[in-house]
T-cell receptor, first 111, second 114 residues
Framework: TQLLEQSPQFLSIQEGENLTVYCNSSSVFSSLQWYRQEPGEGPVLLVTVVTGGEVKKLKRLTFQFGDARKDSSLHITAAQPGDTGLYLCAGSTSGTYKYIFGTGTRLKVLA | DSGVTQTPKHLITATGQRVTLRCSPRSGDLSVYWYQQSLDQGLQFLIQYYNGEERAKGNILERFSAQQFPDLHSELNLSSLELGDSALYFC?????????????FGSGTRLTVV
């Protein structure tokens, strides 16, 4: 069974701090996505990475796909209260039509 | 508004009952996915339909069933409900059969079984 583990599970930080969230698996993924979910809403896609070693930036968010395509990280610079939410990674292996979602990291940024 | 519509938003029902959750995909999307999200188990894939046909199955219980209609809306039927079925149920849609361009999620249906 494919499993995507995220760490940490919970993170509470002060506004302005930096943080990194990790997504790890023993499986090789053809692509990996990151989503943010706010309370009462569905997850919203932030980014898709497909190439090993790929780095993508979205304003203060930096996403990296591991060289072996088994892991990924999300780094947030100067976190703001609006970054609060549940961050989910999701990976797809070749030949499948569905993405497996990670266990999630619940981030709270305090003003 | 993501374009994916789920109804109802909240549902409270008793054990043993049957409920139907409805999802209208984003305009133009052919594929619909159902997910269950509970506090201790994250987002669990249940089932996928593409253009009316079942495409993939996840950890869906036999008490649960789904279908996608010719107008592409989908319904998830949950029967013989148990307390443990209480969760958020999300529908997501994509243009193609795979999610490579990302899933568009609805706002979910919160099911409470009492």
């Amino acid at each position: 069974t494919q499993l995507l583990e995220q760490s940490p599970q919970f993170l509470s930080i002060q506004e302005g701090e930096n943080l990194t969230v990790y997504c790890n698996s023993s499986s090789v993924f053809s692509s990996l996505q990151w989503y943010r979910q706010e309370p009462g809403e569905g997850p919203v896609l932030l980014v898709t990475v497909v190439t090993g070693g790929e780095v993508k930036k979205l304003k203060r968010l930096t996403f990296q796909f591991g060289d072996a395509r088994k892991d990924s990280s999300l780094h947030i610079t100067a976190a703001q209260p609006g970054d609060t939410g549940l961050y989910l990674c999701a990976g797809s292996t070749s030949g499948t039509y569905k993405y497996i979602f990670g266990t999630g990291t619940r981030l709270k940024v305090l003003a | 508004d993501s374009g994916v519509t789920q109804t109802p938003k909240h549902l409270i029902t008793a054990t043993g009952q049957r409920v139907t959750l409805r999802c209208s995909p984003r305009s133009g999307d052919l594929s619909v996915y159902w997910y269950q999200q509970s506090l201790d188990q994250g987002l669990q894939f249940l089932i996928q339909y593409y253009n009316g046909e079942e495409r993939a199955k996840g950890n869906i219980l036999e008490r649960f069933s789904a279908q996608q209609f010719p107008d592409l809306h989908s319904e998830l039927n949950l029967s013989s409900l148990e307390l443990g079925d209480s969760a958020l149920y999300f529908c997501a849609s994509t243009l193609s059969s795979g999610g490579v361009y990302g899933y568009t999620f609805g706002s979910g249906t919160r099911l409470t079984v009492v």
